[in-house]
């Protein structure tokens, strides 16, 4: 295939050289018929590829007629030559740089049948009954599959394209720039160009929309990319068929285990995006309707094909999103009390992992379907940070060090602010980022990272549901992408397939689960044991309500005591926990209320 490319390429190289020689043919000297022959050249010449059945039959009827007259003993080794030519195209594509089986098929069928009209043409003449009218049926039967092959019409687009573009290059203001080489390929096709000298790649890119006007596509179709290796090259590169402009349809999970990257859906150049979530820690924003559940649900209908890892779910919206899930998580909080234990059991896994690796010396977990990854899923994160902070000071602790001991954090929020994130370090610490539409440009560094829209991630501009842009490691270009559609039907059908090979947690880890230390809130490591209590009083909520609800000169400690029933220096604990992270102030002495709630962090 890449061999044909690159042939394809030479003839196009070809091709450009002998550019200034086609005139030459073609030169009338001003006597009326000659002009008409001249444009009845050029004519034909700019049809060969269309005319190319009618002319071979042509040909065929010439060959046929000579051989007759001349050596019409000849006719066993035009039929052998034949025989070995279609082998050889069936085998090879060769000479006709047939690359898709379908074009094989067609070739070796094509030569064949020529080779066995010829012969028989030889033999017995031309004109003997039925060779003409074999001939006629030939050129429909041969004709329409020919006229009508995609792949054969963008080739003869592009030739065309290519003779054309030193004056597409003047009228869009690129003059002097030439085409270097050219391929067709699935999509549409990509030519190298190289510029005039102090022309840049920058200049092309703001040329975009009239380059799709000059070569005839419809808006959007065209896209530039640098040449790492030339400042003075650049590819641009033409997709015929937009594989965004429908949803597509999700086929099946890409992977069997959390150690291979999962395909999360297509670039526009139709590459697929291949992201690997071990060890990662990643951020999906977006407005509402962006799509973010639907990437959620292709990340989850993956994983949950693996047998090497542990899904947790939070689902603060009542469990809409993550609960078609339920059959394949081991847990999922839908309550900020659930919320809380459920991130606070993950940093007592991680700190299981990780006394146990420091005495095994070992430095990392490696997930096995016996020591799973263990990923939280948080589906509207922003529902976390403002009803249980404390679960998201704890997802802080797991995104600060649980990479090594494979404790992930996923979470989908729709403006991540720091505020949004809890105002702690979870969103610094989020290696993949997956944006959706935003509504305003300066969103985009709020989910893909400050500097990102200056440097050309432009999620404002993402026109569908389920199209993102992605940073990631080895994903660092502003490459629009459309999320696969994963149906409810789909979720359904997945979430019972995968069911029964889903892994409990090892050992290990299900006996951290319950002894989850509160070091960030009270630095001394000691054991809180039941401050979360079941059912619906939360304790953490009610104070965190309280002090949220708290008039401006703040709640009094006896106040906060007598309304979540907890003992003062739990009180203070959470109290001082609240301050640390900007959540909470003390107004005077003794009284508390929450920090504005309605302000958004400077650092948002
Ligand atoms: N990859 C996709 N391709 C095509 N359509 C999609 C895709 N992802 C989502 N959609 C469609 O977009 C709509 C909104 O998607 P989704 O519910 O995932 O958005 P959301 O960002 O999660 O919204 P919300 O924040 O309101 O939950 C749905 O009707 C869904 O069918």
Redesign the pocket.
Known sequence: MELAMRAYSRRHRRMLRNRNAAPLMLVADGNGFADVLAALGRLLYRYRSELAPLTTVLVLAMAGELLHTEHPQWWPYVAGAAVVLAGVVGATGAPFRAEQRSERVYATAAVFAAGGWLSAAAKLGPSRDPLPTLLGLAVLAGGLPWWTHRRRRMRVTVDRTIQAWPDIAEQVGLAGSRVLSAVVDVWGWRARIALRGGQTVADVVAHVPAIESGLGTRPGAVRVEPDPAHAGRATIRVLATDPHA???R?TGPSVRSITQPITL?VFEDATPVRVSFLRRHALIG?????????????IVANLAACADVVLWGIDL?GG??LRPWLSCMDRLATTPAEATQLQRDAVGILEARAKAMGEDAARVWNPSPQHPALIIIT??YAELAENAPLAADAADSVARRGRALAVTELA?T?RPTQKAMGNGALRAQMDIRIG?RVRERRDTDLILGQGMLAAGWHAHTLD????FLISAEGLDHPRRA??????DEDVATEAARWAPIRPPLDDLSAAAVGTARDAEADGSGEVLEGEIVDGSVDPESVLWAALREAPDEGVTIPELIMTTGMQRTWIYLRLQQHARNGRAVQVSRGRWRAADPHRESPAA
């Open positions: 429908e949803a597509i999700w859906g977006g407005i509402a309707g962006s799509g973010k559940s639907g990437i959620l649900n292709v919206k809409m999103e589906d509207e989908a729709q959706l569908a549901p389920g199209k459309r999320g696969f559609l994963v149906t």
